[in-house]
């Protein structure tokens, strides 16, 4: 597993792990990571089939994501941290917290978690099939400035700075063809493998036996 660590100078605070979406990575949290200072310890993950992991035997189950964090923070002699994940991370950060509370010192939830593509299906708003047909990614390739408008809109206001800062976010995340133009570094296929792995898990269970402080 590949992952971005800085140690911070208050050893008092609880370290925070940071987990992102699906077809992101790592770098994904530098914004954030900046604008916690050099108070806090960070752990950011390239998760299973992402960044530099995305080599890693394909089983993209929730739970063996956890695992995967979880054996990170051994390694890394961390004993229990505030897990904040966004989207598809936020369902991992969700199952770590609610299944290994003594690893978890707290959790936040961004853009997800709590509800996931399994409530739709099981709702019978959409078939299985439909669903997947509506998360179907674009396969590109991009230009730059189609890139930029999807995480720059106008309407943001961002800042000079503020819009480098994002770019250099998501610079991992995509990958540069023989044309020039951009394809996503996680791969059409891996992206549709994880997402059908997704499907699979319902955070019902989960929800019902998180005992952790969550946001």
């Known amino acids: 597993v590949s992952f971005?660590?800085?140690?911070?100078?208050?050893?008092?605070?609880?370290?925070?792990?940071?987990?992102?979406?699906?077809?992101q990575q790592a770098?994904?949290?530098?914004?954030?990571?900046d604008a916690l200072g050099r108070d806090y310890s960070t752990l950011s993950i390239d998760l299973r089939g992402h960044g530099e992991s995305r080599n890693m035997a394909p089983d993209y189950r929730i739970e063996k994501l956890s695992q995967d964090c979880l054996n990170l923070m051994d390694e890394l002699?961390?004993?229990?941290?505030?897990?904040?994940?966004?989207?598809w991370g936020a369902s991992v950060a969700l199952n770590i917290a609610a299944r290994y509370p003594f690893r978890s010192a707290s959790c936040v939830?961004?853009?997800?978690?709590?509800?996931t593509p399994a409530h739709i299906v099981e709702s019978g708003t959409l078939t299985r099939s439909q669903l997947i047909t509506a998360l179907t990614p674009p396969l590109g390739p991009f230009t730059?400035?189609?890139?930029?408008?999807?995480?720059?809109?106008?309407?943001?206001?961002?800042s000079s700075e503020q819009r480098q800062s994002v770019m250099s976010a998501i610079a991992r995340s995509y990958t540069q063809t023989s044309n020039g133009g951009w394809v996503t570094t996680i791969g059409f296929d891996r992206h549709m493998a994880v997402l059908e792995a997704f499907l699979e898990y319902n955070p019902d269970s989960d929800l019902k036996v998180l005992a952790v402080p969550a946001w």
């Open 4 to 23: 971005r660590y800085q140690e911070g100078s208050d050893p008092s605070l609880a370290p925070i792990v940071l987990l992102h979406g699906l077809s």
């Open 27 to 33: 770098d994904f949290w530098l914004p954030v990571i």
């Open 77 to 87: 002699e961390m004993d229990s941290a505030c897990i904040v994940g966004h989207s």
């Open 109 to 115: 939830l961004i853009d997800g978690g709590a509800f």
């Open 144 to 158: 730059e400035d189609e890139l930029k408008a999807h995480y720059l809109p106008d309407h943001n206001g961002f």
